[in-house]
């Protein structure tokens, strides 16, 4: 098979990848409450489990990607992250979904920072901004066929959806397999990778370049304000519309079609949002990105509030629908600023030290606002997760006062 150029190889697997992500998370929750039991604490756990193994093996295999190959280090996070996905939804049991929380972690934390470090080393550090807003909203795109089809399979079971988006993930990695190129990147000589002392030098490398640059450092810290709120939203969203607030039925469909819609609403603004972004932000300027990262995630703050205060539907829903968007133009933003600060030899390692932080921020604040959420109130639990994340807009808005115009 022949090799295809990074560029739309990039935005085609993201789009692929969000088709598979969607199938699976749309009605996810739904399975998890519904087929397999899960209370709210329990539903947290599952994705502490997850994070807790990215903790482990965060460094280790952004480390593996910077020595030997990153193109392959994407296929096995693929490959693994699929493996998951099939496992939960064969076996609707409670430590069936922590074991699959242990295999899709470690397939997290093989594709977390190679993908990006790949992808900067194929085009150029230069192109990297425009082409990861790119590939949000090709995964964007994806995600709306992946939202109706996750309807359409959990309407028939409500394990299909996961065996379904596995599959897709196992096809990615075989065809990802064939057709990445990796020209940009050079790994070391054989003789230079036989001991554990060549990825510990790695690693060094890396620490000294995040702590010579005040942003870098930033950037990699504030992963875990992030990671310490996100179980909430992640994992309690859909027992709150289910428990807290009424979902009315959509004439004669079941009310999982709500979430079918939802994904279709929110998936489209952040399209949306990801456009207005990518044309107006000038991702060369350190205070052009973090003004904007100041607005995104105050919005953000302030939609988890007022969606845990919401009393109606109408407005829990419509605040559901403004909170992913926000949190999805964060991401390219903040992952290709860091980018331009890494060089080559060691940037999947230094991006892996972000994914690791928002994992200890999961594994530290998930059960603690589980426990919140659990034993006061679901809307105690949202309340609690705006207020970790308010440490975070103050901070990006000390870097844009402080920063230049433009960058050097």
Known sequence: MKRLPAYPLSVGMSAVEGLAVATVITTSLVYQVETVGLNALQLVLVGTVLEATVFAFEIPTGVVADVYSRRLSVVIGLALTGAGFLLAGCIPLFGALLAASVVGGLGTTFGSGARTAWLADEIGARRLPQAL?????????????????????????????????????????LFSAFA???????????????????????????????????????????????????????????????????????GPLDYVAWFGLSSYVSLGLGFALLEVVRRTVDTSSDRAVAGTLVVLQGLYVGSLVAFGLAAGFPFAMA???????????????????????VPSRVRATVLSFGGQMDAVGQVIGGPLLGAIALGLSLRAGFLAAAIVLLPVVVAFAVLARRSPVASA
Request: hydrophobic residues 45%; proline residues 7%; positive net charge.
């Open 319 to 341: 605040m559901f629908w403004a909170r992913g968007p926000l949190r999805r133009a964060s991401g390219p933003l903040l992952s290709a600023w860091q980018n331009r600060f």
């Open 133 to 173: 807003m790119r590939g949000s909203q090709a995964s964007l795109v994806g995600g709306l066929a992946g939202a109706a089809l996750s309807v359409a399979l959990a309407s028939m079971d409500r394990s299909l959806p996961l065996v379904v988006g596995g599959c897709m993930y196992l096809g990615l990695a």
């Open 180 to 250: 990445m190129t990796e020209r940009g990147f050079r790994p070391l000589p054989a003789h230079e990778r036989e001991t554990f002392g060549t990825m510990g030098r790695t690693l060094l490398q890396a620490l000294r370049v995040i702590r010579r640059r005040r942003v870098l450092i930033l950037i990699v810290m504030t992963p875990f304000l992030f990671g310490a709120s996100s179980e909430v939203p992640d994992r309690l969203t859909t027992p709150f519309l289910l428990q807290t607030i009424t979902m009315p039925r959509i």
